[in-house]
């Protein structure tokens, strides 16, 4: 059954390519006036990973499409903010004519970034906002949304009562229990809006009881490492909500290990690992986003403000809950498999 089904998705992507713009959450590309090429640099998070290997790939098909050279520049790693801000600098040193930017810190690229708009390049932020009122538009999913989506599923899942643990990321590594006290010191806004989301939503079941929330760096391993100690420190664990890919890519693979299917798992992800491990019953169900769109769309968008031409100040492009049941709709598939991997 598990090779059909992957067999089945995998017929699907050529099909699928033919229609991909549909997947985009916005109307037909308002006509750019001129010839001209613009130079236009976007600085991501981190320079590995499926979701941002989507994400270039998306803007790279937008600067075919609306005349555009550009120069794609990412970290190693989503925890190297002062080498973000360092990318930032020299394209403003540069003279890019804009700048697309997914912040690894909401406050830490906030002053480069006005920085920016005072050399009148414009700045578009995608994926994750940024602390600054000058930037010109942000295009990605609602953060708050996708974790109420994560707790409802998970909570289902459930039954409604039981222990759960949230593997969250962020910029320093922490392990921090709900009830410490004082402000939690939030690496990216995404981040925190995520969590949010899926703790409010969690709080209206008294039975439910989120014990502990742990904080990964972008590296996988130690996602797995603090997933195996939430296991020992919580035995009777039923569930794990994960709120990025590192995060779900670690936990999985702890989950699927040791074979601990009796807990209940839902991820944000959707590398072709993560498909896998829906087929296989390791996770239920998983929270996806759009980011060869996200990537697209910010090109587009950049393009067109160089242009002069009226851009939207949010462009929400949305999240979608893929389980077993609906990963094989047409319209998934579409979220999925964009192109051929």
């Not at 001209?36 to 989507?54: E, F, L, R, S």
């Not at 540069?94 to 050399?119: C, H, N, P, T, W």
């Not at 950049?302 to 492009?317: N, S």
Request: proline share 4%.
């Amino acid at each position: 059954m598990r090779s059909k089904r992957l067999w089945l998705i995998l017929l699907l992507c050529p099909v699928l390519w033919l229609t991909v713009t549909s997947c985009f959450n916005t109307s037909p590309a308002a006509y750019i006036s001129t010839n001209k090429t613009h130079n236009i640099d976007m600085i991501v998070k981190m320079n590995k990973g499926d979701y941002w290997n989507t994400v270039k790939l998306g803007a790279e098909a937008a600067a075919k499409e609306f005349n555009v050279k550009l120069t794609f520049k990412a970290p190693d790693s989503e925890s190297e903010i002062d080498k973000q801000i360092t990318m930032v600098e020299d394209s403003i040193n540069q003279k890019a004519e804009a700048i697309i930017l997914a912040a690894s810190s909401y406050m830490g690229l906030a002053q480069v970034v006005d920085q920016a708009a005072y050399y009148k390049i414009p700045v578009i932020s995608v994926d994750a906002e940024v602390g600054s009122a000058r930037v010109k538009a942000y295009v990605g999913s609602n953060g708050y949304e996708a974790g109420q989506k994560s707790a409802e599923r998970l909570i289902q899942l459930l039954n409604g009562y039981g222990e759960i643990g949230i593997i969250n990321f962020t910029n320093s590594s922490q392990n921090v229990q709900p009830e410490s006290s004082g402000p939690i010191d939030y690496g990216a806004r995404d981040a925190e809006e995520r969590e949010k989301g899926f703790l409010n939503y969690a709080a209206r079941y008294p039975n439910v009881q989120v014990v502990q929330i742990s904080y990964t760096s972008s590296n996988t391993d130690h996602a797995e490492s603090l997933t195996r100690d939430m296991l020992q420190n919580h035995p009777d664990l039923r569930g794990i909500a994960t709120l990025n890919e590192t995060a779900s890519q670690g936990a999985g693979k702890v989950l699927q290990n040791l074979k601990q299917h009796k807990v209940k798992m839902v991820a944000f992800d959707s590398s072709p690992s993560m498909m896998e491990m829906l087929q296989d019953g390791t996770v239920q169900a998983t929270v996806i986003q759009n980011p060869f769109s996200n990537g697209y769309l910010a090109v587009k968008y950049a393009a067109q403000a160089l242009e002069g031409i009226d851009i939207p100040e949010r462009v929400d492009t949305g999240t979608k809950l893929i389980d077993l049941e609906n990963m094989l709709w047409p319209e998934n598939q579409k979220l999925l498999f964009p192109f051929v991997r």
